[in-house]
């Protein structure tokens, strides 16, 4: 379990994020360790020219407006949220 760059989750799980996109280039670049949900939106919100473009750092993503208000949300989600809902499907099951 890890930490998130991005939302500051901790006990999470991360993935590793190129801050400037492989495509681009990054492929030996800078990285950051981001959740699979921050990691998912990101690429959700922008294309790799616009991540290249003007979001290379973990600081210009947090700030960006878009990705701001999704990182409000996620802080509020509990990390273990997965889990969470294995354990109700097991419930269940039993009875
Ligand atoms: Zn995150
Ligand atoms: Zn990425």
């Known amino acids: 379990m890890n930490c998130c760059e991005l939302c500051g989750r901790t006990e999470v799980e991360t ?6 996109p492989k495509e681009m280039g ?14 998912k939106q990101i690429h959700a ?3 790799n020219q616009e991540i290249a473009t003007r979001l290379t750092t973990v600081k210009e993503l947090r700030e960006d407006e878009k990705l701001s208000k999704f990182i409000k949300w996620i802080r509020k989600q509990p990390a273990s949220k997965i889990m969470k809902i294995k354990k ?3 419930r269940k099951r039993r009875k």
């Open 45 to 47: 919100l922008y294309t």
């Open 26 to 39: 990054g492929t030996f670049g800078v990285t950051a360790n981001l959740c699979i949900p921050c990691h």
């Open 15 to 20: 993935t590793v994020h190129h801050l400037l």
């Open 88 to 90: 109700s499907n097991e």
